[in-house]
């Protein structure tokens, strides 16, 4: 009963970040019909008022799913938390991660509670973006302790690598926050063509940010560097990944997995110079999102196998 809890956990956190990236995009005008003259127009209305954008709050059937979906995991993280404790020692676990789980959805409901009408957009964006990574971490992690036992891995590879996959798992949480980020300030048409920016290798940009005056809209050298900095990301996680994914597939234990990642790899960085070169289609975004949630996924899993390979024979 605690492994399916768990499983169901796992697939609808994947499913509330995606559909929380959908919202979030659809909401902020991409695929509208006057695209992109409506994206604009969401971003100077997203920066004018608090209790404006709080009083015009409409409900689609993809908010009302969405909301419906984080509730289930609310429900869910509860039954898998006493769980947790009733069956520890069948379990052969501790339950201090699920009750950290269940202490995180607190967090989040409360904090998308109090936010919305009181902090911007660009604040409430990557803290629920990064709060629902973190929740897909801690789901699979749980899930992965309750699999069937594996060969061991050798402990000079574990000592090896444990430390460049732990790099590599933090690169691509940092590069989705940010992601997220570019997208909470309309940054993502900052920069319309690929691999320069408006032409440019190092258009003209300016890195100050300030969150106050909400009434003014970020200049577009402002919203350059944001995107820029997504790009540079992506650039330094593209090159580090390529990398760990090779060298981990020269190990038999741990070769499929490497597939996996390099194969997420390329299809992520395809996704984010196709976006650009499309105009930023609805579809396409969702899909990067989603895409960026496997990979997160795959290195956790990487993650646990290096961790406990060597000492539990996982």
């Known amino acids: ?48 008022s608090l209790k404006a954008n709080a009083n015009r709050g409409y409900t689609t059937w993809q908010r009302k799913l969405h909301s419906q979906v984080v509730m289930l995991m609310g429900f869910l993280s509860v039954a898998i938390s006493g769980l947790a404790w009733l069956k520890r020692k069948e379990l052969r676990q501790s339950p201090l991660l699920p009750s950290l789980l269940t202490g995180l959805m607190v967090f989040l409901a409360l904090f998308g509670i109090w936010a919305f009408s009181h902090l911007p957009r660009a604040i409430i964006v990557p803290v629920h973006l990064g709060g629902g990574i973190l929740m897909l971490i801690m789901l699979l992690w749980m899930l ?31 590069q989705s926050l940010l992601g997220g980020w570019a997208s909470a300030n309309f940054a993502g048409i900052a920069c319309t063509d690929f ?75 395809a996704l984010g110079a196709s976006n650009i070169l499309l105009g930023l289609p609805l579809a396409g975004a969702v899909l990067h999102n989603a895409v960026a949630m496997m990979l997160i996924a795959a290195l956790v899993w990487l993650n646990f196998r290096l961790q406990y390979g060597a000492h539990h024979n996982v």
């Open 144 to 174: 992965l302790r309750q699999r069937p036992h594996a060969h061991g891995i050798d402990s000079n590879h574990v000592r090896q690598w444990q430390f460049f996959s732990r790099l590599g798992l933090a690169l691509v949480i940092m």
């Open 1 to 48: 009963m605690y492994l399916k809890l768990v499983l169901t956990g796992c697939i609808l956190a994947f499913i509330a970040v995606v559909l929380s990236a959908y919202v979030r995009l659809a909401d902020a005008g991409l695929g509208c019909a006057d695209w992109p003259a409506c994206y604009q127009s969401n971003a100077l209305k997203e920066r004018q």
């Open 195 to 269: 691999p320069l920016c408006n032409g440019h290798l190092l258009p003209q940009m300016d890195f100050s940010y300030t969150l106050g005056n909400p009434g003014e809209p970020l200049a577009e050298t402002r919203l350059i560097a944001i995107h820029w900095l997504h790009r540079l990301g992506a650039i330094i996680s593209l090159a580090y990944l390529i990398w760990l994914s090779a060298t981990i597939m020269a190990h038999d234990k741990t070769k499929m997995i490497g597939i996996i990642i390099l194969g997420l790899v390329v299809v992520q960085c």
